[in-house]
């Protein structure tokens, strides 16, 4: 289980005592912070930038620089995008597919029940490594609601473990309203930004 600290909209002091005590992945949710994070901690050897926010087209570029990890791939065409990116920059990346698991309307990510059709073409990326899902679970106190989406994720999991020859390993699920609940779900790798910096500015 790993931990990314979420640094959007915190102070670098913050991100660099994070840095001291050995975190060295860390989650920001929009490419132009995480171009100015790059910047601002050049002397940090070793860090790296997990994108978690949804990528517009036009910053797939940029994202493409800055980015170890992408969490938030939602469509064929951002994948497409992303592969043909990668290929002249000749690197690969992480990617994990945002699930939309709450269908709550504000959410980015795919309904569950398009995560298959998505899942069949990506090995048509060779520059994508797709390492599993990512989900925000609904925003609500209501505990047995956040764990209805994180078992909808460990099912979709499950499907996708049988039916696609990609690896699923990851599950991205758990801030810090209810990383408790989704580590309990099976979660990978949780995304913790208030809970370890305070709240944001
Ligand atoms: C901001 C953010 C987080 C962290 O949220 P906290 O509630 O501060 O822990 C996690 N994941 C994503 C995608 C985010 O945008």
Redesign the pocket.
Known sequence: MRIVP?S?RQPVASVRELYDLGYRRF?E?LVQATTARVAETTDLAGIEWAL??HLQRNKVRDAVRVAAEFQALDSLDLAAALDRRLAAEGRSLDVLVEVNSSGEPSKFGLPPAEVPALAAELPRFPRLHVRGLMT?AANTPDAGVVAACFERMVALRELLRRTSDLEWDELSMG???DYELAIQHGATCV?????LFGS?S
């Open positions: 979420v959007k989650g949710n978690i926010g925000l801030m810090s309203a995304r913790i930004g208030t809970a944001r």
